[in-house]
């Protein structure tokens, strides 16, 4: 039996990526969404139609799978989603798991959020397939998010002061993934994915405006402000938003500024800087 891997999330940031670089290197690949007929994903991925939520919409999914990268949206209810996605894998008889969990998990200091991956590292731990867990560090495309404030030459939100962390580009999580994915080496391993340096919001703001050749100012958000971005601007309802907030603070008061060796180890290369980042997202912040 050919190999097949499947992808949940494969809409998402993370996801898209890990597709995308499986298909490139002529991998069978399974793409898991709500919405097969309006998901684009390259010629030759298999897009079909499942919820973490429904468990009877996983068991066809998983059939014929060898391994599945497992992405669940953060929120109290991923230790749910992730056992749902675990049961189902071990019941087709998928023999590699590789979890893409957060960094941070099981660190009481982080708050709520920093449960919300604990039981789904532990499904994977315990399935009896091979596994991997990576937790990847702040991502840099989260700061797409400015992209419409950048547009207008008005101040980004700045959720974490002074707090840096070492902003980790989406590609390289996905290439670690992919690794993960087709090589059992990293059987056992837990990953915590950063970029080459810890760098805060401001420093991100300044490297775009070095990028773009304007200014980028920042703004500054109160906790209740921070509150009303993340639901507004990253979609988190009233529980995420809340579970988010003591680990905004954990950041803020430079408690994430970590960098790793982990990216590096696996792929053979530098990870990849938020200036390379930014270099080659250009287009998004542009005006016009």
């Known amino acids: 039996m050919d190999p097949m891997i499947l992808v949940t999330g494969a809409t998402g940031t993370t996801g898209s990526e890990v597709v995308r670089q499986l298909a490139a290197r002529g991998e069978k690949v399974r793409a898991l969404t709500r919405d097969p007929a309006r998901a684009r994903v390259p010629s030759g991925v298999e897009a079909v139609r499942g919820d973490h939520g429904d468990p009877d919409s996983l068991a066809g999914v998983m059939a014929g799978v060898t391994a599945a990268f497992l992405v669940n949206p953060p929120g109290p209810d991923a230790g749910r989603y992730d056992t749902a996605l675990v049961g189902a894998a071990g019941a087709a ?37 091979e596994w991997t867990v990576l937790r990847p560090s702040s991502f840099a495309s989260n700061t797409l998010s400015w992209a419409e404030a950048i547009r207008r030459g008005e101040p980004v939100p700045n959720l974490t002061g002074d707090g840096a962390s070492g902003v980790i580009d989406p590609r390289d ?116």
Do not use: C, M
Request: charged content about 25%.
């Open 93 to 129: 008889g998928v023999r590699r798991l590789v979890k893409l969990s957060a960094i941070g998990t099981g660190e009481p200091g982080v708050g709520p959020s920093g449960t919300w991956h604990s039981d789904g590292e532990r499904a994977v731990a315990a399935s009896g397939a």
């Open 173 to 288: 999580i996905a290439e670690v993934a992919v690794s993960a994915l087709l090589d059992g080496r990293h059987t056992g391993r837990t990953y915590t994915l950063t970029g080459p340096e810890a760098i805060s919001a401001r420093q991100q703001a300044a490297v775009l405006a070095s990028v773009l050749g304007r200014p980028v100012g920042t703004r500054d958000l109160s906790p209740d402000e921070t509150r009303d971005f993340l639901r507004s601007a990253w979609g988190f309802d009233e529980v995420r938003a809340e579970g988010v907030l003591t680990g905004v603070a954990y950041v803020r008061e430079g408690r994430n500024a970590l960098v790793t060796e982990d990216v590096p180890e696996v792929l053979g290369r530098p990870a990849r800087s938020f200036q390379e980042w930014a270099e080659d997202h250009r287009e998004a912040f542009a005006a016009g």
